[in-house]
């Protein structure tokens, strides 16, 4: 909100502040905005541009000024989805993961089964403890947790 306030402040003179924004990892939370212009031909095509490249926690804003030159449905949404497409065209992106962590206990004969586990599916191991069976704590990508957890257990981890 504080993004789009200052972009309306800052270009209180366009005739026009459209955007789209996505936000959260499950890209469930996105809102957009044609601010006046015909309804679908701004916002809908900067959405599209965010989701053509499967981005998230994004805001694209588009300010346009009046040319004098009326370019119709058309001509508008295809104005607003390459200014969006210059605009990611020339940002940098920056990839995050969404890490789960994972606490697994086992006990130590089946340390080296567990350790190689680990070490192919990339987790990183945060914590590490031994009293009467070894514990540990992992974090991986979520998108990886599942067969993690899959192999852990035929090691007899978990």
């Known amino acids: 909100k504080t993004y789009l306030e200052y972009y309306q402040k800052k270009y209180f003179d366009a005739r026009h502040v459209c955007y789209a924004y996505m936000l959260g ?8 905005n044609d601010n006046g212009e015909p309804s679908g031909t701004a916002s809908k095509p900067i959405l599209g541009q965010i989701n053509s490249k499967e981005l998230t926690d994004i805001l694209i804003v588009v300010i346009r000024y009046f040319g004098g030159i009326k370019l119709g449905t058309g001509g508008l949404a295809a104005a607003y989805k ?20 994972v606490t697994v206990v086992f006990e130590y004969p089946f340390m080296n089964d567990v350790m190689r ?42």
């Open 82 to 101: 390459a200014a969006a497409a210059d605009a990611l065209n020339n940002a940098v992106i920056i990839e995050k993961t969404v890490d789960e962590e």
């Open 25 to 32: 990892h499950e890209r469930k939370n996105f809102r957009t």
């Open 117 to 158: 586990v680990v070490k192919e599916e990339g987790a990183e191991i945060l914590v590490q403890s031994y009293d009467k069976s070894y514990k540990m704590t992992l974090r991986i990508r979520r998108s990886l947790m599942e067969r993690l957890r899959s192999r852990l257990l035929c090691k007899g981890a978990i």
